[in-house]
């Protein structure tokens, strides 16, 4: 195996690169990130990528969203 980053060539099965420190290991789950959603901008994106990152309506998220500004003031 290759290491993605410098291309050092390891014979056997390693967790990272010794000479730069990159994982060698595929990540078994994918990690999600918390971005802005493209898809969602009608409250500049921040309630459409909270909800495409809990999975949840992004609507509810909205009302979630405005009740806590509402409350919190
Ligand atoms: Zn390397």
New binding site residues.
């Given amino acids: 195996m290759f290491?993605?980053?410098?291309?050092?060539e390891y014979q056997e099965k390693i967790n990272f690169?010794?000479?730069?420190?990159?994982a060698m290991f595929s990540p078994a789950r994918r990690v999600k990130k918390l971005t802005l959603s493209e898809k969602n901008k009608k409250i500049g994106g921040v309630c459409g990528g909270f909800a495409e990152y809990l999975d949840l309506d992004p609507t509810l998220v909205r009302v979630a969203w405005v009740m806590g500004a509402l409350v919190g003031g």
């Fill in positions: 290491c993605p980053n410098c291309g050092k690169c010794s000479q730069c420190g990159t």
